[in-house]
């Protein structure tokens, strides 16, 4: 997902619920898109923290990114980081109960 209102500062770009329990999940970043993962491809054989499978959709993911294709597409902000420069990215997630 890009957003549409990036201008590479750190501002709330998506939030997850989850109703049963009630938490909730904030992602501000200041990076321009989002890559969601859900555990679709996941069949129990990876097995985890505390001996638990990963099962189908066990989780959710999500990686803060650049536009795919950067280097190939003008229009997308730059990826390349010539020598001598830095890079520097901001994610933060928060956490709440309601």
Do not use: W
């Not at 499978?53 to 730059?78: I, Q």
């Not at 390349?80 to 997630?93: A, D, F, H, M, R």
């Amino acid at each position: 997902m890009i957003f549409k209102d990036y201008d590479n500062s750190l501002k709330l770009q998506a939030t997850l619920y989850e109703e049963k329990s009630g938490r909730l999940m904030e992602m501000f970043t200041t990076e321009p898109a989002v890559q969601l993962y859900t555990g679709n491809y996941l069949d129990a054989t990876l097995i985890g923290k505390g001996n638990i499978a990963y099962n189908h959709r066990v989780g959710v993911c999500l990686e803060t990114e650049h536009f795919p294709d950067s280097p190939n597409r003008r229009e997308f902000p730059s990826t390349i980081l010539n020598p001598g420069e830095n890079y520097s990215s901001k994610t933060v997630y928060k956490f709440k109960t309601k």
